[in-house]
């Protein structure tokens, strides 16, 4: 099985500064691991370590609120650790997950339940380790959300690619009835949480309200359940033909890949973020590892030459959402627009290019 390596020793975390937002503490204050640093009063940014808060640093363009972190983990206040995770009354649930970000945009009827263990991007393999890892935790939590929300439906969907991941949840999934598991055999494009909601529901019941968890907010929602504080760590697998094998990674929300890369000793290198395909390319290894990421790929730098378009159709024919990439790249009106309203941003038609046109990067320039 595939073990989680953990990288918890960054001197540094940086957290998501917001110019709007009301901020609670001041330059130099003593932080606790789960103060509330700022809040809009919908959206709650807390603290996941302790330590002193040195002020406002620019990384990228992006404003972080900097804690010098003393890895003691110290909380304000004592908290017990519930051992029930499903004696929590609807109501108490959801203020839990409002106060933690984990149940924004939901309706509170919302009968089905979709949870995805199928990676978004390409050659990640965190969702499976996660579900090998931590079968238990995450199907208990699924079972709690099903009894206190009263979910009529929940679908949990992986695919067959890691054949040992389908293994242990089949031999666990006898304790759960209300949990009905979902086989894909491709992983590519179903990941994406629209693609997927649309394979797994029909017309009638997306009339329901539908929750959508990854096993990422998952294990989070677990952690909350039980310890009622913020989720402070990310998993995020670490892969790109410069090492030897993809790994998991557990790391603290707001880590510098700096440090990390620092750690792991890796110096030349191309780096792209949440995948080769859809991803996108760092130029500055001072980025924060927040919980958008999901994966770092490290590989040796390729480059491509570009040539005109022959064509050949072969980005129009592997469309998930079967609009024409062509058309998108080449026009600026207004089907061109609805293109890329539609556009899921997968980079399938960007791979399948003989001429290597760069139909996503116009994509994101349009965006
Ligand atoms: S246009 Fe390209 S990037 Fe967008 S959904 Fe289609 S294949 Fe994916
Ligand atoms: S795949 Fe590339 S070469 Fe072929 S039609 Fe699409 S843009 Fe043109």
Redesign the pocket.
Known sequence: MNKIEDFLTSDYIYLPYKKEYNIFYKDKDYIYKNDLIASNGEDFIYSNVSGILLGIATVNNNKYFVIENDFKDKLREKKGTKRNINKYSKEDLINLLKKYNKFKDIDTNSKVLIVSGISEYIDEITYPTLIKNYTTEILDTIDALIEILNIKKCFFSITTKDQECVNILFNNLGTYPKIDLKLFNSNYSIGNKYILIDKLTNYKNKNYGIIYYTISDILDIYNILRKNIVPSVNYITLSGNLLKYSKVIRIKNGTNLDDLLKYYNIKENSIFINGLLNGFKINNNNFILDKNVKSIFINTEKKYNTYD????????KSCPVNIN??YM?FHNNKKSKEYKMKCVNCGI?EF????K?D?RGVYNDKK
């Open positions: 378009c022959i064509n050949c159709g072969l980005c129009k990439p062509k790249y038609c399948v290019c003989p001429s046109i139909l």
